[in-house]
Nanobody, 125 residues
């Protein structure tokens, strides 16, 4: 089974920056789309950004121009660069990826949806 481990969260003042990392490990024979989601207290989980294996990315309107998603296919790692942070960006950030955990899955481009445990980002005003 594949696993995802996020890191890089923390406390930052408004206007500051953070960079989140999401490392995939375990039985990996390919990774499809990787994404970052967030869930603020009392709110539903929402998509922040996602990037496919070719590097094409899309973003939630609320973070466009401030956040950048990227990935390193050799390291099986995704990143989320966050600039000009606002208090409303405060949330638990989760990494999600489609992982092929067997050679057959990879050949069929079949992916298992895997989630990380989340990392807390707190932006103070």
């Amino acid at each position: 089974q594949g696993q995802l481990v996020e890191s890089g969260g923390g406390l930052v003042q408004a206007g500051g920056s953070l960079r989140l990392s999401c490392a995939a490990s375990g039985s990996i024979f390919g990774i499809g789309t990787m994404g970052w989601y967030r869930q603020a207290p009392g709110k539903e989980r929402e998509l922040v950004a996602r990037i496919n294996s070719a590097g094409s990315a899309n973003y939630a309107d609320s973070v466009k121009g401030r956040f950048t998603i990227s990935r390193d296919n050799v390291k099986n790692t995704a990143y989320l660069g966050m600039n000009s942070l606002k208090p409303e960006d405060t949330a638990v950030y989760y990494c999600q990826a489609g992982i092929a955990t067997t050679p057959t899955m990879s050949a069929l481009r079949s992916y298992l949806e895997v989630w990380g445990q989340g990392t807390l980002v707190t932006v103070s005003s």
